[in-house]
Every structure is written in structure tokens, then in C-alpha cells.
């Protein structure tokens, strides 16, 4: 059984970048069969997909958000990882990582297999 446990700082100061960890455990992230995804919430809002890394190390980014995303992945580790710069207010949210099918990307519903996400507040 596959588990997800984003971890990172929960605040970030206007300017500075985002960075979140995700451990995988029950589940290999180069497995070619996945999209291990990074998903936000701001309050009060919808789900808001951010991009993901393939088990075979390409990435995709929301149209809205590419120039300041990043996902890599560490293998050996098991763990991928988000950094999202200049961020402002607005980037407060929950942000999950996930491990979802092709099919299922971008859905309003959660498929596939969440972590329990992580609240950041972007604040001076």
C-alpha cells in the first residue's frame, strides 16, 4: 500500500521560494505506470493542480504557473519535490502531493493515492 507524506517549511515570506518534500513509501516513483503529482488548495477554493514528474523523469506544469515551477525527484530517496518561487499571498494553500493515473490528472475529485497535506501561509 503506497503512502505520501509531504513535509517543509509552513511559512514563506513574500519573494522567497516554496519548497516541498514528498516521502513515498510502498511504491516506487519511477514506476512508469504513475504522475506524481503536487496539488494545492487555497481556502475556501477549489482543488488546483500544479504539475507533476513521470516515473520516467518528464514533468508538466499548469500553463499558469510554469514560469516559476519546479519538480525533481530523488530516486535514491524516494522522494520528489516542489519549489514554486516569487511567491505572494495568493500562493497560500494546502498542498498535497499524489500519485494518480493518466485519467485521472487534473480531476476535482481525489483519486489515486494522497498524502494529507500540508498547510503554507505566505506572510511578512
Known amino acids: 500500500q503506497v503512502q505520501l507524506q509531504e513535509s517543509g517549511p509552513g511559512l514563506v515570506k513574500p519573494s522567497q521560494t516554496l519548497s516541498l518534500t514528498c516521502t513515498v513509501s510502498?511504491?516506487?516513483?519511477?514506476?512508469?505506470?504513475?504522475?506524481w503529482s503536487w496539488i494545492r488548495q487555497p481556502p475556501g477554493k477549489g482543488l488546483e493542480w500544479i504539475g507533476y514528474?513521470?516515473?520516467?523523469?518528464?514533468?508538466y506544469y499548469s500553463p499558469s504557473l510554469k514560469s516559476r515551477t519546479s519538480i525533481s525527484r530523488d530516486t535514491s530517496k524516494n522522494q520528489f519535490t516542489l519549489q514554486l518561487n516569487s511567491v505572494t499571498p495568493e500562493d497560500t494553500a494546502l498542498y498535497y502531493c499524489?500519485?494518480?493515473?493518466?485519467?485521472?490528472?487534473?480531476?476535482?475529485?481525489?483519486?489515486?493515492?494522497w498524502g494529507q497535506g500540508t498547510q503554507v501561509t505566505v506572510s511578512s
Open positions: 499524489a500519485r494518480v493515473i493518466l485519467g485521472n490528472y487534473g480531476s476535482s475529485r481525489r483519486e489515486g493515492s
Open positions: 514528474i513521470s516515473g520516467g523523469g518528464s514533468t
Open positions: 510502498g511504491g516506487s516513483i519511477a514506476s512508469s505506470f504513475f504522475l
